[in-house]
């Protein structure tokens, strides 16, 4: 599977500092954390912003799940990738279950199976898995 170990941030945890904090104690191997966002407005202490469209308007496009896979692929070891959308559900389980695609070969339903395991309940808007079937055939 894919090197990076994702997280889910602590709700306890108040400031990105503090998630990061928490992450490397929790996890001896990570030396630091990348605060990757899918929110549509900026956030501060965010490492790297990538605006998706979530919610009932979602139209997120091939290319831009493409950008962030390719961004959380290059992160280096050592390094935590703290993925996050408003609700942490649909367009962060849409990337995680392209890179769990990516890095697999499964298919569509295997992999919302998977996010299902990781973040109940899973991808829950059609728009969502919508978006990943279209990433999926176009990069096929």
């Not at 889910?8 to 929790?26: H, R, T």
């Not at 390094?79 to 996050?84: G, I, R, W, Y």
């Amino acid at each position: 599977g894919p090197r990076t170990p994702f997280v889910d941030p602590p709700e306890a945890l108040c400031s990105y500092a503090d998630m990061k904090q928490a992450v490397c104690a929790l996890h001896k191997d990570v030396r630091t954390v990348k605060v990757v966002s899918l929110q549509m407005t900026p956030t501060e202490g965010v490492d790297r912003w990538f605006p998706m469209q979530g919610g009932k308007r979602t139209h997120i496009a091939p290319e831009e799940v493409d950008r962030v896979c390719a961004f959380i692929e290059a992160v280096p070891a050592g390094t935590a990738v703290l993925l996050h959308c408003y609700h942490g559900l649909n367009r962060t389980l849409l990337v995680l279950a392209a890179l769990y695609l990516r890095a697999h070969k499964a298919t569509i339903q295997d992999a919302l199976y998977r996010v299902r395991q990781v973040r109940p309940p899973g991808i829950v808007r059609a728009e969502t898995v919508d978006a990943l079937v279209r990433w999926w055939n176009n990069a096929k």
